[in-house]
């Protein structure tokens, strides 16, 4: 991958972190009077840039599929088998994150809804039925919002979900196209990779529209040529994009059409995933902003940001609502509001990055202790089913 490539990546995908999480501390802070009341600067910045959560989610699954859909495709064309490592790679990645980020939030959530008990916030119709210990299980295969609840208050990690099964059935589902695995494994493989989407595919969830915006950044990873040569002209096309969006798509109307939230989800998707293709084949050194270091640093704890803030969130909306009383952030926002709002953000942060240290950062030690254990596993089974002979001595030597 182009140096260039990998920089921007490494800025969006923490630039989309944040994204996220201003729109769910936005939660404290009321503009309703937004159009009709004149306004300090920093309160038009605000309003603008924390409504922009859904189409950073979108931007994380192209950048997944460019990342992770890519590799398939390359994959694909090797001679040497590569789902076994492929499967590896990607159980870690994902279960090094989820599995402690559950008890994590299962931990914060019943310490919000002990003593917090009469915020209102953990009884709200919508999470009826989330605090069932049942779901942490469901959870674990990644049902969360397809055929199962979610895990307590972190309703984010649906797009973890998503995800986690376009990561499976992706590769079963073209490994056909390999030949290196036989023609009965490659056929069971693509059986059983679309009986899968199938399944998943039954219920009304953003399932099924998604893979296609992942797919579509997996097939941007392996493109001949690009659409746009300019990078600068990429990247503006997106950003005008996303903010038209961010501006005309909402209201009644919108919320009452869902179609729409998925034209503007394409568009999202096909404009970033240009800016991706643009930079792959530019000879240009890339953008300058995204070349400083902190952009790495903030990138390598994002996944941990993202799964690790909602329970946050909302332990700060029940303690809230519990000392300053129900529906305070419903009003118009004071100093007060403004504070909890950033303390929120900085206190999501330093938990993602703490989070990130003893989990995300230990993906590779994983992975490699994963490969060790299995290759163990097969040198014992091929001792096992390797035949023996006594010789002489009555010592036994394998044939």
């Known amino acids: 991958?182009?140096?260039?490539?990998?920089?921007?990546?490494?800025?969006?995908?923490?630039?989309?972190?944040?994204?996220?999480?201003?729109?769910?501390?936005?939660?404290?802070?009321?503009?309703?009077?937004?159009?009709?009341?004149?306004?300090?600067?920093?309160?038009?910045v605000w309003w603008f840039l924390a409504k922009f959560w859904h189409q950073a989610v979108v931007v994380f699954f192209v950048i997944s599929g460019f990342l992770v859909g890519g590799r398939v495709l390359r994959g694909l064309?090797?001679?040497?088998?590569?789902?076994?490592?492929?499967?590896?790679?990607?159980?870690?990645?994902?279960?090094?994150?989820?599995?402690?980020?559950?008890?994590?939030?299962?931990?914060?959530?019943?310490?919000?809804?002990?003593?917090?008990?009469?915020s209102?916030?953990?009884?709200?119709?919508?999470?009826?039925?989330?605090?069932?210990?049942?779901?942490?299980?469901?959870?674990?295969?990644?049902?969360q919002h397809i055929w199962a609840a979610p895990a307590g208050t972190n309703s984010a990690l649906w797009?973890?979900?998503?995800?986690?099964?376009?990561?499976?059935?992706?590769?079963?589902?073209?490994?056909?196209?390999?030949r290196a695995y036989s023609k009965n494994a490659r056929l069971m493989a693509f059986v059983c990779?679309?009986?899968?989407?199938?399944?998943?595919?039954?219920?009304?969830?953003?399932?099924?529209?998604?893979?296609?915006?992942?797919?579509?950044?997996?097939?941007?990873?392996?493109?001949?040529?690009?659409?746009?040569s300019s990078k600068w002209l990429s990247l503006l096309v997106f950003i005008a994009t996303a903010t038209v969006i961010r501006l005309a798509a909402r209201g009644s109307f919108v919320e009452a059409h869902p179609f729409i939230?998925?034209?503007?989800?394409?568009?999202?998707?096909?404009?970033?995933?240009?800016?991706?293709?643009t930079l792959r084949f530019s000879a240009e050194a890339g953008f300058s902003f995204c070349r400083w270091p902190v952009h790495q640093r903030l990138s390598d704890f994002s996944y941990s940001l993202y799964a690790s803030h909602m329970p946050i969130a909302f332990f700060f909306w029940a303690g809230t609502s519990y000392v300053l009383g129900k529906d305070w952030?419903?009003?118009?926002?004071?100093?007060?509001?403004?504070?909890?709002?950033?303390?929120?953000?900085?206190?999501?942060?330093a938990v993602g990055y703490g989070f990130s240290i003893l989990t995300e950062a230990r993906t590779d030690a994983l992975r490699k202790f994963l490969r060790e254990l299995f290759a163990r596993v097969d040198r014992l089974g091929a001792r096992l089913e390797t035949p023996t002979a006594r010789t002489d001595e009555g010592q036994?030597?394998?044939?």
């Not at 923490?14 to 802070?29: E, K, M, N, S, T």
């Not at 797009?159 to 390999?178: G, K, N, Q, R």
């Not at 039954?202 to 040529?225: D, E, Q």
């Open 1 to 44: 991958m182009p140096l260039s490539l990998s920089q921007f990546i490494n800025a969006a995908r923490w630039i989309a972190a944040l994204a996220v999480l201003l729109g769910h501390a936005g939660v404290f802070i009321n503009i309703s009077d937004i159009m009709v009341a004149p306004h300090d600067p920093g309160v038009y």
């Open 77 to 118: 064309r090797r001679p040497d088998r590569f789902l076994g490592d492929y499967m590896i790679d990607r159980f870690s990645r994902i279960y090094i994150v989820m599995v402690p980020v559950l008890a994590l939030g299962f931990t914060i959530d019943s310490l919000g809804r002990s003593i917090f008990p009469n």
């Open 120 to 143: 209102g916030i953990y009884d709200a119709s919508f999470f009826e039925g989330v605090f069932d210990p049942a779901n942490m299980l469901t959870a674990l295969v990644q049902q």
């Open 159 to 178: 797009s973890l979900a998503c995800e986690t099964w376009y990561y499976v059935t992706f590769p079963l589902l073209l490994l056909p196209l390999s």
């Open 193 to 228: 990779g679309f009986t899968a989407v199938l399944v998943l595919s039954i219920p009304n969830s953003y399932f099924a529209f998604g893979y296609g915006i992942w797919a579509l950044g997996a097939f941007v990873a392996v493109a001949r040529r690009p659409l746009v």
């Open 261 to 277: 939230y998925k034209l503007a989800d394409a568009a999202t998707a096909a404009t970033f995933a240009n800016v991706l293709l």
């Open 329 to 349: 952030e419903k009003v118009l926002p004071t100093p007060l509001h403004w504070g909890v709002a950033f303390a929120l953000i900085a206190t999501a942060l």
């Open 396 to 399: 036994v030597e394998r044939l």
